[in-house]
């Protein structure tokens, strides 16, 4: 059977070059004699593999000596949870809600310590970005949480919050490494690798040194950072094979160009398909032009019924995972890195010819 364009949100596709390089060393790597996935997380072959990516991470992403670089597991439900019992000290946090993993982001907070909700746009079922204002956050939070990029509604953050000297917090899951940002205005940025990084199982942390250090005494050992911080990632075994295939992933975005490179593509990509959206009879983008996604694209007919048609057909053409989320219906397009052009061409080619089709 030939590959499909696959759309799903996550576990997402991967580069094919990836694919095939990790297809070729799967049974032996190098000179190891054996597979990564068998390979101990204390040889001298995998330190290599996990010291080459956060290297490869650092270069692309520009992050500083200043920042701990580490490879987690538990995804990014479980920084939730991290994040405040690493930062809490007066007990304070800001969240500003834009879909539901920031809403469980600080609902989570919200069992230690105290959650102001800056702003919300679940009065427009979460289809733009709140506008922020310095004067809206408080002045002796321990942090303030943002989600850069919401996976089920398709908004991103196009500027960062001026939050003055509060750390500010990023959940970028699923925006990580798709464009260029300055890791120097986060004191955290955290994400699930299993939609630009690599398969599911592994979470990358970037945190900056003085949050390190200061968790709560009732925090798990491994719910503290400086547990890894210290440790380098290996206080227990940590995902081996996932690391590995980021190492991989990050070793194709360079080859490309590194970010300033795939955010052209991405932007590219994502100009396609909404210019399609913004002039089509059937269609429509549900997100405000001015908030939408490079990443994540929903879209719906005026019909349930469509909706409910097209993703059968679409699925049966090949674009595989358009069903929206279960939460609020419709189609969505994921279109991370790892998404050729051709899929996105192929996909608008597929929605003209519904169009014309079920006029």
């Avoid at 997402?12 to 060393?25: I, N």
């Avoid at 699930?192 to 599911?200: F, T, V």
């Avoid at 100009?271 to 059937?282: E, H, Q």
């Avoid at 007919?301 to 679409?314: G, I, P, R, Y």
Wanted: proline content about 4%; overall charge negative.
């Amino acid at each position: 059977m030939e590959r499909v364009f696959n759309f799903s949100a996550g576990p997402s596709c991967l580069p094919l070059e990836v694919l095939e390089k990790a297809q070729k060393e799967l049974v032996v790597y190098g000179n190891s004699g054996m597979s990564v996935m068998e390979m101990s997380h204390r040889s001298s072959d995998f330190q290599a593999i996990i010291d080459e990516c956060e290297a490869l991470l650092r270069d692309l992403l520009g992050i500083g000596d200043n920042y701990k670089v580490m490879f987690l597991q538990g995804g990014a439900s479980s920084q939730f949870a991290m994040v405040p019992l690493n930062l809490y000290k007066n007990k304070k946090a800001d969240y500003v809600l834009t879909g539901v993993w920031a809403k469980k982001a600080a609902k989570e907070a919200g069992r230690y310590g105290d959650v102001k909700i800056v702003a919300s746009s679940e009065d427009r079922t979460f289809s733009y970005i709140p506008k922020l204002d310095k004067s809206m956050f408080t002045p002796d939070a321990d942090y303030v949480h943002i989600t850069h990029n919401n996976t089920i509604y398709g908004t991103r953050y196009t500027s960062l919050p001026d939050v003055g000297n509060v750390p500010l917090v990023a959940d970028m899951s699923s925006s990580i490494l798709s464009q260029e940002i300055d890791v120097n205005k986060f004191g955290i940025i955290y994400a699930g690798a299993q939609k630009n990084m690599a398969p599911a199982g592994l979470t990358v942390a970037i945190v900056r040194e003085d949050l390190i250090g200061n968790a709560l005494d009732i925090t798990p050992t491994m719910f503290n950072y400086a547990t890894h911080a210290e440790n380098g990632s290996m206080f227990n075994t940590p995902p081996t094979y996932t690391i590995y295939i980021c190492k991989l992933v990050c070793e194709w975005l360079k080859g490309l160009g590194g970010i300033k490179e795939i955010q052209k593509i991405n932007e590219y990509k994502a100009g396609l398909l909404y210019d399609f959206l913004d002039n089509s009879a059937m269609f429509k983008a549900t997100v405000a032009k001015e908030d939408r996604s490079l990443m994540n694209v929903p879209f719906v007919t005026d019909s349930e019924e469509l909706n409910a048609k097209f993703v059968k057909e679409s699925k049966e053409a090949g674009l595989m995972n358009l069903k929206g989320h279960r939460s609020v219906g419709g189609m969505r397009a994921s279109i991370y890195n790892a998404m050729p052009v051709e899929g996105v061409k192929a996909l608008i080619d597929f929605m003209k010819k519904f169009e014309t089709e079920n006029k």
